[in-house]
C-alpha cells in the first residue's frame, strides 16, 4: 500500500482527489491539506510514499512545495496535478514521477499509480544490502560521495573535490602533472599551481583513506595516474554496463533497469568544471542509448506499457530530445492513446517553440492532426 499525501487548496477539488485516491486499491490517504505551510509541517509526522501536489496555491506553490518536501526525503514520488500542461517543463526541474491534469480521472490515476508502484520497486532493488550497497560516489544529477558507515563525505577545499571528479572521470588514464596543475588553477603561477596539486593530492589521498574508500592513485615522472573499480560510482557501473552489452536481452534486463535508475540529472549534478563538457556529454549520451535499449526491448516482448515510462523517464531530463520525443509519441499513437498523444504534442511543441523556435516533425505533426 501507497501512503499518499494530497495538497490542493480548492475544497471541492480536494474532496474528489480524496475520493479518487482512496478507491484505488494499492492507494491510501495519509494525509490531505488546502494549506502548503500545514503539509509542509506534518510531512515527517505523516511519512507519505508520495505526494500530490496542485501546481498553483496562494503562499507556496507546488514546485516550491516539492522542492522544500524532497529535501526533507528525496525518495518521495511527486505528482502534480494542474490545468495547465506547459508546468510540466518545471515539474522536471524537481525530478517528479508525472502530472495529472484536472479534472483527474481514475485513468489518468491509473497510469501514474502504475509509475509510482514500479519506482517503489525499483527503488526498493537499490537499497543498500549485506552483499551488495549502492555506490559509494553519485554523480549523475548531483555530485556526492559516501564513506564505507555511510556518512556524506566533506571535502577538505572545492579543489580536492574537482581532482577527485577529474579522475573518476578519466579513470585509468595517466595525466600529466602540469596539464593537471593547469586545469584546476590556469590563472596561477606555474610553481605555485604545482605545489597546489601536491597538496591537493595528499589531501585527496587522505580523505579517501579515512573514508575507506579504496582506489589506486599512483605518481610516475609522467604524471598520476588514478584507478577505481567500476561499481565506486553509478556513472562507473552505467558506463561499464554500456561497454558490455550492446543490446539488452532477458539475462541483463533487471540490470538494465538498476543501471537507469542511476541516471538522475547531468554528470556531477552539472557543475561547470572547465574540463569537464566533453565527460558530461558522454554521460547524457550514455543515458539516451541505456533508456534507447531498454525502451526497445519492452516494446519487442509487447510491453508498451513499460517503454512509455521509460521515455516518460528519460524526457524527465532530456525534454528537448526528438528521438525519445518521437518513439513515446510513435508508442501512443500505436496504442490509440489519443489524450496522452496530444497532450505530450502539445507540450512538446510548446516547449520546442519557446527553447529552439522550432517546429515538431512533419511526421509527428501529420500524426497530430490525425489524431483531433
Known amino acids: 500500500m501507497l501512503r499518499v499525501m494530497i495538497v490542493e487548496d480548492e475544497r471541492p477539488i480536494l474532496e474528489l482527489m480524496k475520493i479518487l485516491v482512496g478507491r484505488h486499491p494499492l492507494l491510501e490517504v495519509a494525509g490531505a491539506f488546502t494549506s502548503p505551510l500545514e503539509a509542509l509541517a506534518r510531512f515527517e509526522e505523516l511519512k507519505p510514499d508520495a505526494a500530490f501536489l496542485d501546481v498553483e496555491m496562494p503562499k507556496m506553490g507546488g514546485i516550491e512545495l516539492a522542492a522544500k518536501l524532497k529535501n526533507v526525503r528525496e525518495e ?3 505528482v502534480f496535478t494542474t490545468a495547465y500542461p506547459g508546468y510540466a517543463v518545471d515539474a522536471f526541474r524537481v525530478n517528479a514521477v508525472d502530472y495529472l491534469l484536472k479534472p483527474v480521472t481514475p485513468e489518468e490515476l491509473e497510469r501514474v499509480v502504475a ?11 537499490l537499497r543498500p544490502s549485506s ?15 559516501r564513506g564505507t558507515n ?10 580536492t573535490e574537482e581532482l577527485f571528479a577529474y579522475f573518476l572521470a578519466y579513470s585509468g588514464r595517466l595525466t600529466g602533472k602540469w596539464r593537471l596543475a593547469d586545469l ?19 589531501r585527496l589521498k587522505k580523505a579517501l583513506k579515512e573514508a575507506g574508500i579504496e582506489v589506486e592513485l599512483t605518481h610516475t615522472n609522467e604524471g598520476y595516474q588514478f584507478r577505481a573499480p567500476a ?14 552489452y550492446p543490446k539488452i536481452h532477458e539475462s541483463n534486463a533487471e540490470e538494465a533497469e538498476r543501471r537507469l535508475r542511476y541516471c538522475r540529472g547531468p554528470l556531477f549534478g552539472g557543475k561547470d568544471y572547465p574540463w569537464s563538457a566533453g565527460t558530461a556529454t558522454e554521460a547524457a ?7 534507447k535499449m531498454l525502451a526497445a526491448w519492452h516494446r519487442e516482448r509487447g510491453e508498451s ?11 524527465e531530463h532530456s525534454p528537448l530530445d526528438e528521438e525519445m520525443n518521437a518513439e513515446l509519441l510513435r508508442l501512443y499513437a500505436a496504442t490509440g492513446e489519443t489524450g496522452p498523444y496530444l497532450r505530450h504534442y502539445g507540450s512538446y511543441e510548446r516547449l520546442l517553440a519557446e527553447e529552439l523556435g522550432a517546429r515538431p516533425p512533419e511526421e509527428l505533426r501529420e500524426l497530430a492532426e490525425r489524431m483531433r
Open 305 to 315: 506499457a513499460a517503454a512509455k515510462g521509460i521515455l516518460r523517464a528519460y524526457l
Open 131 to 145: 552483499a551488495s550497497g549502492e555506490p559509494a560516489v553519485r554523480c549523475l544529477g548531483t555530485f556526492e560521495t
Open 285 to 291: 549520451a550514455g543515458h539516451a542509448s541505456l533508456a
Open 76 to 78: 518521495l514520488q511527486v
Open 184 to 202: 584546476l588553477w590556469p590563472d596561477t603561477e606555474e610553481d605555485r599551481a604545482l605545489h597546489n596539486l601536491h597538496n591537493t593530492i595528499y
Open 150 to 159: 555511510g556518512s556524506l563525505m566533506s571535502w577538505p577545499t572545492r579543489k
Open 231 to 244: 561499481d565506486l560510482s553509478d556513472w562507473g557501473q552505467v558506463r561499464d554496463f554500456l561497454a558490455r
Open 115 to 125: 509509475r509510482i508502484a514500479k519506482n517503489r520497486e525499483l527503488h526498493a532493488a
